[in-house]
């Protein structure tokens, strides 16, 4: 099962920083998130697009999980030469995370 089915996601980004955060849809599927959606799995996730180890922090009065991922300098928003260097197209990624 992928997360799309039970959780969704939002993100953003400042510089080479960005903020994903994950969000259950049901309360009864936060134990689950918890579980499933781990510093590792998100971090081999991302592999080739972060520079350090990948922060998670738990906010159960929300049923979320809040991850930030380093970039290079180079491949942040302001500085990138992609089309679409935004962190909040990362939430599309991290939704197709089998669980």
Known sequence: MKL?????????DKGNLVNIA????RDEDYPTLVERVTVERVSE???EHI????IRYC???LCA???VLQRRPADSVTRSLRLD??????SSLM?????
Do not use: C, D, M, W
Not at 85 to 90: D, N, R, T
Not at 95 to 99: G, P, S, T
């Open 65 to 67: 999980l809040n991850f």
């Open 59 to 61: 906010v159960p009065n």
């Open 22 to 25: 994950v969000f259950a849809y």
């Open 85 to 90: 260097a935004h962190g909040k197209s990362l």
């Open 45 to 47: 996730l991302f592999n």
């Open 51 to 54: 520079t350090k180890p990948v």
């Open 4 to 12: 799309q089915a039970i959780a969704h996601a939002r993100a953003g």
């Open 95 to 99: 939704l197709l995370l089998e669980i």
